[in-house]
Structure formats: C-alpha cells, structure tokens
C-alpha cells in the first residue's frame, strides 16, 4: 500500500509541549509514522512556554495571518514550522494572537474552548492551504476532538477531505479530561446552524462535551491499551460516557501505547551514572547506590528499594499508600524514594512521613527528568497502584531497567505486567486486583519477601527486561488499523 499521509492534532507533543503521557504518544507516532516512510504532518498550538530554543523554526510564507469566522467574531492565525527532532515529520505551530501566550499549556480560562476550537480549524485550513488531504486525522483527546464534527459541518463543502476519514484517541476519559463548557460557546463556535448534531440530554444541561462529539463523530476511536477500551464501557471507568462506547463498540480498539528504548534503555541511558544489561547487573547495584547517597539515604544492597514517579492525585491511588505506608514503614526494613507533585493533600502527607521515618523515605517534590531516570535505575521495585490507568508508561520503563514493577490490575498495568508465580516461577512483577488498602499491601509484602530470594528476584528482573514494548512493534498496530479504516473495511 501507498505512504500514508496522516495529520496529528494534538495539545501536547515532545520535546516542545508536555504534561503528561501524551506528549510522549503523539510525539513517538510523528516519529516513528515518518520512519515507517509516512507523510506525517503534526498540528500543536504556539504556545508561549514552547520548547523551542536552538531550533530552526520560521513561518510558512502562504499561510499567514489567516482568518477563521467564529460566531459573530472573525480570529486569524499564522503557521510556523520545523522538524520534528530525530525524523522527517514536519512539525506546525499554529500561532493566534492572545489564545496561546499563558503561563501554562491549560487554562481555566472562560474562553478555553476556544483556544482547541481553534487548534482543530487552524490544522483543517492548513491542510486546505497546502492542498493536502491527509488520508487521516488522528485527533488526540478532548483538545482535538471537535475536528470531525468541523469536517462534517463547517468544512463539508470542501472535496479536497471527501476521502479523509478521522479517528478519534480517547487518552484519559476522567471527568476532568472530557472537555465540558457551557452550551452557549456552541454559536461562539460557529456551530449554531447545527444544533441537532449535538446530544439532546447535554443541550437540556446546557453542557457542550467535545470528548463525547469526538467518540460520536469520529469514524473509528482508539484508546491506549486493550484492558483500557474494555473498562471504558463499564460505569466503574466510563465517567458517564460508558453507552455512547458501548454503541459504538464495534469502531473501539485498544492499543497499547509503546515506549521510546532510545530515551529508556539502562544500557544507553545518558541520565544514570552507570549502565548495565540483562547479561551484565553489575551497574543496577551501583546506580542504587548512587541514587540512595544522593537521596540521602543508607545504602545497603540486601535492603531492597521501593521507587515511584507521579502525579500526586487521588487517580495515582495516592490514598491507598496514605492507608499502608505508616505502618509499612513501621514493620519492615526498606528504603522508599518518590518525585511527584500534585495535590497539597498528598504533598503534606509525603512532608509528615518524611520526618517520621527520614532513614527509609525520601521525597522530591516537583519534576526532575535526570532523577526520574536515576529512580527506574536505581530501585529495586517500583509502585503504582492507581485506581486507574489508561496505559501507563513508568511500569514499561521499570520493566526495561530490572525493576520489578507492583501494581494494580487496570487498564494498561494489566496488558504489561504478569503476576509472579512462586510454583511456576514465571511472570514480571506483582499484581493485585482489588483497589483496597489490603490488596495494595498484600502486593508490597509479596514483593518484599520475594526479594529475599535473590536467585528467584534475578529471574523476575531477567523476565521483564526481555519484554518489548516499543514503538518499532507498537506502531504497526496503528499502521494496520489506519490502513484498515482507509480501506473502508471496519464496518
């Protein structure tokens, strides 16, 4: 089959924007869509916090100060450009005077749906501009999500798109991720002549959801791991979206998202002090070490190290460690090393227990990019027991580095971690299923125990180091499946 020709639209993408997981996915498709030999063309707001420096980024002379009619206002935008770094994938900007220049990439800002609005009509006339029909849209979470209901109304006309097919990546469906705001910004988006494209029950609440136009308009709808799109059409994890998934559960799939082994690999990793292999453990030993002095902690290598790396939000399963550390802390000899931020909540938690027990815990408050590899190759385990989780990453990276990962049986935490059996001596990592306090410390102590056993503790490092989760593996799932909806054959 030809070279595809896809335009990603999307809020965040490394290395210029970034938040969270999502960054790391749209990223990774540019990348990786453009090595495969695709015409991959990248659609990301200007924003003021850009990362942009020492790259050759200047303006797309024939796309300039143009106009885009909203209702009853008229705002332009002009398109900048550069590559993405480390592919041929071109990378745009779009830039509208006042939408995008604020402290950070979300607001709470009343004219919020307006700056994504925008973002999805700026890639549409864009690609008009250039006399491009991208064979797909690929639009990435509520940001994203009003581009197939654009291209069904206020673009329709245009034959250039008569072939374009849209799918729609749902990338956390939390009840703060849907994109919810009044029903009046629906004529302020020019959309008025088009009411009944929209779900009566959300005009009777006087709501516009642009998650729920984008599973409703989108031809086909992903989501970032199989067990994710399974769990999101149950009312445990749909967040109220769960029938509209259901009825059209025939155009959802999961794949799962996979990781960048040029950025995550403890044999090539330019953050660690020291590298090693599956063949060769040796540098684990003293990356923990390293990660312990500089932690402020004693080391001692037949005392294990328990990592973690994430937001600080009830969603990370937060209030289940408030339930088990104290005590945890009090019974077993163990060190515990987190970096996150996030709620004040939790932050005063993490603050008490760290001058309770200062010989076992340590806590970066905040983000480090050097630290967090220094954690995934200096723990021994890693912890992530989230209520939820869409695909998760941080577990794949563990996987990579020999640290056996503990988690909860979720959403993509299910699709890349195997429940250790002491019998068969086989699986990856230690699993447990009910989100309780008791299941999350039952899960600990396993660990714990096992750990004890350093010839069974090898053989669990050994297996998760041999997984693969990369994008060279992982993108020819979404090659197939856009070949697939290009080819008209999902029904």
């Not at 450009?81 to 939408?99: C, M, N, Q, R, W």
């Not at 987190?338 to 408050?365: A, H």
């Amino acid at each position: 089959m030809n070279p595809l020709k896809i335009a990603l639209i999307a809020s965040e993408v490394v290395p210029f924007a970034k938040t969270g997981g999502l960054a790391d996915v749209t990223g990774a498709l540019g990348k990786y869509l453009s090595k495969k030999g695709h015409d991959v063309r990248i659609f990301l707001p200007f924003y003021s916090t850009l990362n942009i420096s020492n790259r050759n980024v200047h303006v797309v002379d024939f796309i300039r100060t143009v106009p885009v009619e909203f209702g009853g206002f008229t705002l332009t935008f002009t398109l900048l450009t550069t590559k993405l770094p480390g592919s041929d994938a071109e990378i745009y900007f779009v830039h509208s005077e006042g939408l995008y220049n604020r402290e950070k990439l979300y607001t709470d800002h009343p004219d919020e749906y307006l700056r994504f609005a925008m973002l999805c009509r700026a890639a549409i006339q864009s690609c008009q501009h250039m006399g491009w029909a991208p064979d797909i849209f690929h639009c990435h979470d509520w940001q994203a999500a009003l581009t197939p209901l654009f291209l069904k109304t206020i673009y329709s006309w245009d034959q250039l798109f008569a072939h374009s097919k849209t799918l729609y990546t749902i990338h956390n469906i939390g009840h703060g991720y849907q994109g919810i705001f009044p029903a009046e910004v629906i004529e302020k988006m020019n959309l008025g002549e088009h009411h009944e494209l929209f779900p009566k029950e959300d005009l009777t609440a006087g709501i516009v959801n642009f998650m729920k136009l984008g599973i409703l308009y989108a031809d086909v709808i992903t989501t970032v791991s199989e067990t994710y799109a399974r769990e999101i059409q149950t009312p445990e994890y749909g967040a109220g979206l769960e029938q509209l998934l259901q009825y059209r559960s025939e155009r959802l799939f999961g794949i799962l998202n996979g990781v960048d082994y040029e950025e995550w690999n403890p044999e090539t990793d330019r953050y660690i002090p020291f590298h090693y292999s599956i063949k060769d453990l040796s540098g684990k030993q003293k990356d923990k070490q390293a990660l312990l002095e500089r932690m402020g902690l004693a080391h001692d290598p037949g005392i294990p190290v328990y990592g973690m790396i994430t937001r600080l939000t009830e969603q990370k399963g937060l209030d289940l460690l408030q339930a088990v550390l104290p005590d945890f802390f009090t019974l077993y000899d163990l060190r515990f090393v987190l970096l996150g931020s996030g709620e004040n909540k939790y932050v005063r938690f993490f603050e008490q227990l760290l001058r309770e027990f200062p010989d076992k815990f340590s806590f970066y408050n905040g983000y480090n990019m050097e630290l967090a590899h220094w954690i995934e190759a200096g723990s021994d385990m890693f912890v992530m027991p989230s209520r939820y989780e869409p695909c998760g990453l941080n577990q794949i990276y563990s996987l990579k580095y020999g640290t056996v990962p503990i988690v909860r049986k979720t959403g993509g935490l299910a699709d890349t971690v195997q429940l250790y059996n002491w019998e068969t001596q086989e699986g990856t990592g230690f699993v447990f299923e009910h989100y309780t306090p008791e299941g999350l410390r039952w899960a600990m102590e396993y660990a714990y125990e096992t750990f004890q056993y350093p010839d069974a503790w090898k053989k669990i490092m050994k297996s998760g180091m041999r997984q693969n989760f990369s994008w060279e593996v992982q993108i020819e799932k979404y090659i197939q499946l856009y070949q697939t909806i290009v080819k008209g054959e999902i029904s």
